[in-house]
C-alpha cells in the first residue's frame, strides 16, 4: 500500500490541531486523539482503504473536531473562569472526537458509515456534569445537536 497508518493519523492529528487554532493542543492529548482513532485507521488499512483518496473527505473533519474542542474549551472555561484560555482541555478534545464520529461522520455523505472514526471512544460528556447546565454548556449543545440535525437532513 502506498500509506501507513501512522502517516494518515499524522495528518489528521496536524489539522485537528490547526482547526483548534488559537489554542494550543498539548502532545498529550495528540496522542489521545491518534489512540483513539487508530484501531479504526489499521481496519481500513487492512481493508486495503485508499487514504489518499479518502483523505480530502477526512480532513475537514478532522479540522471540525479541533474547532469544536476550542469552542467547548472556551465555553467551560466561561462558566469557570474569567480568563480565555490558551490550551484545548483533554476532556473537550476527546468529546470533540466522539462528536463528530457521532454525528457528521456517519450521519452524512461525506465519509461513507464513518469508517475512519467509527469507534471512537466515548470518554464523557464534552462539559463536567456537576452543577445544572448554563447558557454556555447549553449553546454548545444545541450547536452539536443543530449541525447532526441539519446533516440528517440533508442526507434524507
Known amino acids: 500500500m502506498s500509506w501507513s497508518v501512522d502517516e494518515a493519523l499524522k495528518e489528521v492529528v496536524a489539522e485537528i490541531v490547526k482547526g483548534a487554532g488559537p489554542l494550543a ?16 485507521f489499521e481496519r481500513e488499512y487492512e481493508a486495503g482503504a485508499d487514504w489518499r483518496a479518502d483523505r480530502p473527505k477526512i480532513l475537514p473533519l478532522a479540522y471540525l473536531v479541533g474547532s469544536l474542542a ?6 467551560g472555561h466561561a ?4 480568563k480565555v484560555p490558551t490550551r484545548v482541555d483533554r476532556q473537550q ?3 470533540a472526537a466522539y462528536i463528530v464520529s457521532r454525528g457528521p461522520c ?7 458509515q464513518g469508517k475512519y472514526c467509527r469507534d471512537f471512544p466515548f470518554t464523557g460528556g464534552p462539559v463536567p ?8 454548556e447549553l449553546s ?6 443543530g449541525l447532526v ?5 440533508e442526507r434524507e
Open 129 to 136: 456534569r456537576t452543577h445544572p447546565a448554563g447558557p454556555a
Open 25 to 40: 493542543v498539548s502532545k498529550s492529548i495528540q496522542a489521545d486523539l491518534a489512540a483513539g482513532y487508530r484501531p479504526d
Open 79 to 82: 462558566r469557570r473562569e474569567s
Open 149 to 153: 440535525k441539519y446533516l440528517r437532513a
Open 70 to 75: 476550542a469552542m467547548l474549551t472556551v465555553a
Open 93 to 95: 478534545a476527546l468529546a
Open 140 to 145: 454548545a449543545k444545541s450547536l452539536a445537536r
Open 106 to 112: 456517519p450521519t452524512s455523505e461525506i465519509v461513507v
